[in-house]
């Protein structure tokens, strides 16, 4: 692997001393017991689109395994899109529903799909943690290949689906909407208003009622989101500085390849997530862990580490939740 971009090589060291500690906790936990499976440390990672989160998963899993001595598996919410013909069948009942016009926002992911994968890289775990795995003990990773049907996306077919094979120390969960939990009706009719009546955000040009489908949709993601041990959180100083990040990615793809999306296509692209920005990005700075009964507000504080960030992808806040 190639030296990381000065701007993620910064974040490692801290990254890994927020994660090593929780991650000695976590193994001592099962080395102490013998009632409970032990089970991969699950990290989740959260960042605006552009903002570096993919390559700076990457990275951390290389440091952790050449420097740790840790085995990481590393997955991507991207490749729990549903298949295109299901995305297009969605839009096609709800052609007026503006999340749905694009794969990407709550509601185009399959998340039993992701509840499934969960569930059957804590059971191969367990199995060969105490010593009854065997040579089928494997975890088909889902993929989504993301060039199909013009660029719209399809999920590449089950029997190509990479296979990896435990026992993994860490597992990696990546995404842009990664962390988001949903509001209640009230809070998303009060942000509507605001911003509607305001004229300002994105939140206000949208219809209420797709809105709170895009909120009651979220709500199925909670159930991933409550496995992670730990959360890993990069926060734009500014969330319109997205626009722009996303512009320098395609300015890159036509580079490489000659062709993309012109700056307009990008900023109606982009136009397409902020309303989720603006409803959740405010609860997730608050913390992940801040609703769980089941550890100490000392115990909260040390499982979500939110790195802000500016426009030059640089750290200028650290902050554990």
Same mark, same amino acid.
């Given at each position: 692997?190639?030296?990381? @971009?000065?701007?993620?090589? !910064?974040?490692?060291?801290?990254?890994?001393?927020? &994660?090593?500690?929780?991650?000695?906790?976590?193994?001592?936990?099962?080395? /102490?017991?013998?009632?409970?499976? @032990?089970? @991969?440390?699950?990290?989740?990672?959260?960042?605006?689109?552009?903002?570096?989160?993919?390559?700076?998963?990457?990275?951390?899993?290389?440091?952790?395994?050449?420097?740790?001595? &840790?085995?990481?598996?590393?997955? $991507?919410?991207?490749?729990?899109?549903?298949?295109?013909?299901?995305?297009? %069948?969605?839009?096609?009942?709800?052609? /007026?529903? #503006?999340?749905?016009?694009?794969?990407?926002?709550?509601?185009?992911?399959?998340?039993?799909?992701?509840?499934?994968?969960? =569930?059957?890289?804590?059971?191969?775990?367990?199995?060969?943690?105490?010593?009854?795995?065997? !040579?089928?003990?494997? +975890?088909?990773?889902?993929?989504?290949?993301?060039?199909?049907?013009?660029?719209?996306?399809?999920?590449?077919?089950?029997?190509?689906?990479?296979?990896?094979? #435990?026992?993994?120390?860490?597992?990696?969960?990546?995404?842009?909407?990664?962390?988001?939990?949903?509001?209640?009706?009230?809070?998303?009719?009060?942000?509507?208003? +605001?911003?509607?009546? $305001?004229?300002?955000?994105?939140?206000?040009?949208?219809?209420?009622?797709?809105?709170?489908? &895009?909120?009651?949709?979220?709500?199925?993601?909670?159930?991933?989101?409550?496995?992670?041990?730990?959360?890993?959180?990069?926060?734009?100083?500014?969330? $319109?500085?997205?626009?722009?990040?996303?512009?320098?990615? =395609?300015?890159?793809?036509?580079? =490489?390849?000659?062709?993309?999306?012109?700056?307009?296509? +990008?900023?109606?692209?982009? !136009?397409?997530?902020?309303?989720?920005?603006?409803?959740?990005? !405010?609860?997730?700075?608050?913390?992940?862990?801040?609703?769980?009964?089941?550890?100490?507000?000392?115990?909260? %504080?040390?499982?979500?580490?939110?790195?802000?960030?500016?426009?030059?992808?640089?750290?200028? =806040?650290? +902050?554990?939740?």
């Amino acid at each position: 692997m190639s030296s990381p @971009p000065t701007q993620i090589h !910064d974040k490692i060291p801290l990254i890994t001393s927020f &994660l090593l500690p929780l991650l000695t906790t976590h193994k001592t936990k099962f080395a /102490t017991t013998t009632t409970k499976p @032990p089970t @991969p440390f699950f990290l989740g990672i959260s960042g605006p689109q552009g903002s570096g989160k993919t390559s700076l998963s990457a990275h951390l899993s290389h440091h952790l395994t050449t420097t740790h001595n &840790l085995t990481v598996l590393t997955l $991507s919410i991207d490749d729990l899109y549903l298949p295109y013909s299901t995305l297009t %069948a969605l839009s096609a009942q709800n052609p /007026t529903n #503006p999340f749905l016009r694009n794969r990407g926002n709550p509601g185009t992911h399959d998340i039993p799909l992701g509840a499934q994968l969960f =569930e059957n890289i804590d059971g191969v775990s367990s199995r060969v943690g105490f010593g009854e795995g065997s !040579d089928g003990d494997i +975890v088909h990773i889902p993929s989504y290949d993301k060039s199909r049907h013009g660029g719209k996306g399809d999920r590449v077919d089950p029997g190509l689906w990479k296979s990896e094979r #435990p026992p993994w120390d860490v597992v990696v969960f990546e995404g842009w909407c990664v962390g988001f939990t949903p509001l209640s009706e009230e809070e998303v009719e009060e942000k509507w208003r +605001v911003s509607r009546d $305001s004229g300002t955000g994105t939140v206000g040009r949208c219809e209420l009622k797709d809105l709170l489908w &895009l909120n009651e949709m979220l709500k199925g993601y909670v159930a991933l989101w409550e496995r992670f041990d730990a959360f890993l959180q990069l926060d734009a100083e500014d969330i $319109s500085y997205v626009y722009d990040w996303r512009k320098q990615q =395609e300015h890159g793809l036509i580079a =490489e390849k000659g062709m993309g999306m012109t700056d307009e296509q +990008v900023t109606a692209f982009v !136009d397409s997530y902020m309303p989720a920005y603006e409803l959740y990005l !405010d609860g997730l700075r608050e913390g992940l862990f801040k609703n769980d009964k089941t550890v100490s507000n000392e115990g909260r %504080a040390r499982k979500h580490l939110k790195i802000v960030i500016g426009k030059d992808r640089n750290a200028v =806040e650290i +902050v554990t939740l």
